[in-house]
Antibody, heavy 119, light 109 residues
Framework: EVQLVQSGAEVKKPGESLRISCKGSGYSFTSYWISWVRQMPGKGLEWMGRIDPSDSYTNYSPSFQGHVTISADKSISTAYLQWSSLKASDTAMYYC????????????WGQGTLVTVSS | QSVLTQPPSVSGAPGQRVTISCTGSSSNIGAGYDVHWYQQLPGTAPKLLIYGNSNRPSGVPDRFSGSKSGTSASLAITGLQAEDEADYYCQSYDSSLSVFGGGTKLTVL
């Protein structure tokens, strides 16, 4: 069974760093891209960026470039989304999702990780 | 403001047919890139509903169908059921990056 299991909810203060994870199982992790998607409270889906776990090649949306870093460790089938300095506006639900190639649909999604940034 | 434009809301009575539009441009849908549709029930992760413009993943009822023409795409839902009440999003590709529509809230009256 294909699964993407994300790390648990986080509560952080502005300026702190954070890394959340997405562990894939039930499939060949290096055969599918992983995208990260943000959903702010009461808002729509925003594509943040993606990574090809086979070689760690990444693409970012201009809206998120420079503010987050996407990485992967194929040895443990895990992708990451990290911030070096959180802002209150980063408060959101974050989803990881896999897709077969860069423009294909996301057929499996993680359960989401809620990040709350508050002083 | 999303690159792909969807109506904020649509509604219909049980049993009726509704459509949700997704309007793009010559740099995304009009460039020939596929459109995918997702259903997001309250409090849950999105679920792939339609991929490659008109294909249904295994397990998705045939009440759901997708189409694409020119710079737009549409999701149609026939035989509307109470359980279809959810948010729906289109997704495509633009300038080597993925983009989502703003989302449409479907209310079943």
């Amino acid at each position: 069974e294909v699964q993407l299991v994300q790390s648990g909810a986080e509560v952080k203060k502005p300026g702190e760093s954070l890394r959340i994870s997405c562990k894939g199982s039930g499939y060949s992790f290096t055969s599918y891209w992983i995208s990260w998607v943000r959903q702010m409270p009461g808002k729509g889906l925003e594509w943040m960026g993606r990574i090809d776990p086979s070689d760690s090649y990444t693409n970012y949306s201009p809206s998120f470039q420079g503010h987050v870093t996407i990485s992967a460790d194929k040895s443990i089938s895990t992708a990451y989304l990290q911030w070096s300095s959180l802002k209150a506006s980063d408060t959101a639900m974050y989803y990881c999702a896999r897709h077969a190639y860069d423009s294909s649909g996301c057929d499996y999604w993680g359960q989401g990780t809620l990040v709350t940034v508050s002083s | 403001q999303s690159v792909l434009t969807q109506p904020p809301s649509v509604s219909g009575a049980p049993g009726q047919r509704v459509t949700i539009s997704c309007t793009g441009s010559s740099s995304n849908i009009g460039a020939g890139y596929d459109v995918h549709w997702y259903q997001q029930l309250p409090g849950t992760a999105p679920k792939l509903l339609i991929y490659g413009n008109s294909n249904r993943p295994s397990g998705v009822p045939d009440r759901f169908s997708g189409s694409k023409s020119g710079t737009s795409a549409s999701l149609a839902i026939t035989g509307l059921q109470a359980e279809d009440e959810a948010d729906y999003y289109c997704q495509s590709y633009d300038s080597s990056l993925s983009v989502f529509g703003g989302g449409t809230k479907l209310t079943v009256l």
